[in-house]
Structure formats: C-alpha cells, structure tokens
C-alpha cells in the first residue's frame, strides 16, 4: 500500500481543517436555536408533557431510520453526496416556520433535523478519515466543536434577549439560522473524494430491510472490544435520555426560567464548558486508554443530574449543572464521533459509526418514552436520579472492562 507524501499530508490537513471550521460555524446559529426547541415549544407555544415526550422519544428513534441511509442503501451519490443531500434537508424545514408555527410543524422539523443531523454523521467522519492523517483526527475535530461552541455562546446570549423581548421572534431566527446553515453546503462541496462506489445491487424490501442489522450484528460478534463500548455507552446514553424530557419541565414549572436563563444555562454555560474543555478531551484522547477515558466522560456526566436538582434551592446551580454538562459533553461527542474512525482501524469507518447510529435509535425507542412517563409519575428529581445511577453504572462498567488494562487503542502513524 502506498503511503501519502509528507506534503500531500500536510496540504489534505490544512484544507480539511479550514472546511471543518468554517462548516461548524455555518452550522452553529440553528444548532443552538435547536438546543432550545423544547422551552420554546412550553413557553411559547403551550406545548404538552407529552408532546415534548413525544419529540424526545422521536429525535434518538429516528437515527434507526438514518442508520438506513448511512449504511448506503439510501444514497446513490456516494459519501459526498450523501453529506450534502442530509445537510440540505436538515435545515429546509426551519424556512418555513413563518407559515406553519403550529407546535406539532415545529416538533417535525426537528425531528428533521435529527434525522439528517445523524444520517450525515458516518459519511462527515469518513471524510475526515480521508483527508486528514489518523494523529491529528481527534484534535482537529475537537478543535472545531470548541469554536462552534464557542460562537454559539455569543449567539445564545443575543437570541436570549431576543426571545425574551419578542418570543414571535423565533420564527425569524429559524430562517436565518437556517440560511446561514445553508452555507456549510457550499463548504462541504470543496472536499476533493475519490469515490469507489459498488455496483449497484437489485434487493428485495426484505433485504434492505434486514442486511444492514445482520452486517452490524455480525461486526458486533466479530468485535469484542467494539461490542463492550456500545454496551456501557448504551448505559450512559440512556441515562441522559431519561433525563431530557424531565429537563423542560423541570426548567418552566419548577425554576420558572426566561428565555435569557434558559440560553444562558442550556447555550452559554454549557457551551463554555464545552469548548474549553474539548482541547483537553482532543489531547487525551491521543494519549490516554480509550475506555479509560469513556469511563472518565460517563462518570462526568452522572454527576450531572445531581447539580440540576439542587438548583431548587439556589438557581447558581442551575448554570454550573449545564457548566458540567458541556465540561463533559465535550468528551460525549469526541467518543461517540470518533469511535468508529478509532475501532474500524484500516477498514472502512461508515460501517462502526452507522452500528452506533443504530444503538442510539435503539436507546432512543426506550429512554424517553420512559422518562416521560416517570416524569409524570415521580417528577423530575426521582428521574434526574435514576439518570445518574445509569450513568454511573456506565463509567464503572467502562473502566472495569478488560479493555481498559490494554493499550491505547489509536494507533499512531
């Protein structure tokens, strides 16, 4: 196998690194604008418990539905073209909230949003894969997660004051988010991809339906350490998804928050935390057990629901639970993205990340649902504790696996 000249290295990084950047801020207006769906859909549009459940329940269901659509059978284009089409349908919807911003249009097109926000995921890290050399995969991307969130705190504080003068106003920031999100497309459509694409297969209903759960069950078996990591971050993944529906009400009917406290927890202190501490997260990653830290990330995050249920007593805990939240969803997205690029190795990538598409749309048919219901049943603090206690089972469970005590699992060039 032929090895990439030195300068072809170093001009393939730097190209990357520039589409990484410019594409996460493009992207950052409507992600933080969806960090907020569900206190707009409360406050401003009387939303219900179960309506807001319903939206929880769907966002993770449907990345079984992407998971189709990451695993090729979906695509006709190959990779890029599979980036660019899930990029565009991901923000269409919010054009057209003016006209429809009725609370059920609003909980499609997030759903929308998820969908395509995940379908996207494989097919974005294979390119990474591509064209930018395996040691400096996890600083670069973290690098540019830290600046998107970086800008979205900036953003989270003026759509706050905003929100809070016209809440009418949402609809009007949907659309420019949107538009502006519209520009990673053009970004996106710089990457230089040598496509391989397979022949193209005549299947049955029954086969596309099926082939891609035997082809992930059969990696799963033939992956010990993969299958260990999809198990404890089920655990921790399902925690949080306990958790989600319960955050909404908790936040309106027990804090009482404005829009500028809800950005300013939800956007602003989560996301300082988030990009200060995605560096560290992108330097240990190269240096440190991988389940070692997936057990540091999972433990991190029990820790969590713990900090959001005593802001009952001093609302300072309100913003330091989401401090800690981004503190430690800074390392949640730097595993759950490159995990698939670090297990597949040699081989092609799409395959481990679309299984973690799978896994999340499995958890995704349980946990909130589920939350849901025991929010209504015990209330939010009971499900913030049972949210914990996954979590913690996780972060035990992680660093307790024999694959903790072998060596870091990025191999280094």
């Not at 504080?157 to 519209?182: H, N, T």
């Not at 694409?197 to 059969?218: A, F, G, H, M, T």
């Not at 503190?327 to 690029?341: P, Y």
């Amino acid at each position: 196998m032929t090895t990439m000249p030195t300068n072809e290295k170093i001009t393939k990084n730097h190209s990357m690194g520039k589409i990484l950047f410019w594409s996460s801020a493009f992207s950052e207006p409507l992600f933080t604008l969806h960090n907020v769906i569900a206190i707009i859909l409360r406050k401003d549009l009387g939303a219900s418990l179960w309506l807001i459940a319903l939206m929880s329940c769907a966002r993770p269901i449907v990345a079984i539905l992407s998971f189709y659509w990451s695993a090729g059978l979906c695509r006709r284009g190959g990779i890029k073209s599979n980036v660019l089409w899930a990029g565009f349908f991901m923000r269409a919807p919010f054009l057209l909230c003016p006209w429809f911003d009725s609370a059920g249009f609003i909980v499609f097109a997030t759903v929308s949003y998820s969908f395509f926000f995940r379908a996207v995921i494989p097919g974005w890290m294979e390119l990474i894969k591509r064209n930018v050399e395996q040691k400096k995969r996890g600083r670069l991307f973290s690098l540019s997660a830290a600046f998107s969130h970086a800008e979205g705190v900036v953003l989270a504080i003026g759509f706050g004051r905003l929100l809070d003068y016209d809440p009418g106003l949402w609809k009007v920031l949907s659309v420019g988010a949107a538009l502006i999100g519209m520009g990673a497309l053009f970004i996106q459509s710089k990457i230089v991809v040598e496509e391989n694409l397979p022949q193209e297969e005549k299947l049955s209903w029954q086969e596309i339906i099926v082939r891609p759960w035997k082809d992930s069950w059969r990696l799963i078996r033939e992956r010990p350490d993969f299958a260990h990591y999809l198990w404890f971050f089920m655990f921790a993944g399902l925690g949080l998804m306990f958790i989600y529906p319960a955050l909404p009400i908790f936040a309106v009917d027990q804090l009482g928050v404005s829009y500028t406290m809800a950005f300013a927890g939800i956007s602003v202190a989560k996301g300082l935390g988030f990009a200060l501490s995605s560096p560290l997260w992108g330097r240990w990653i190269e240096q440190v057990n991988f389940f070692k830290l997936a057990s540091l990330v999972s433990l991190s995050f029990a820790l969590f629901p713990l900090l959001m249920a005593s802001s009952v007593w001093w609302i300072g805990w309100f913003y330091l639970a989401y401090l800690w939240y981004g503190i430690a969803q800074g390392g949640g997205n730097l595993l759950w993205h490159m995990s698939g690029l670090i297990f597949a190795k040699q081989e092609e990538s799409s395959r481990f990340s679309g299984v973690g598409l799978m896994m999340l749309g499995v958890r995704g048919t349980i946990g909130p649902l589920l939350g849901s219901w025991l929010t209504a049943l015990w209330g939010p603090t009971a499900v913030f504790a049972l949210g914990g206690i996954f979590c913690l089972y996780s972060g035990l469970g992680f660093l307790r696996s024999r694959f903790a005590r072998e060596s870091i699992i990025i191999e280094k060039n």
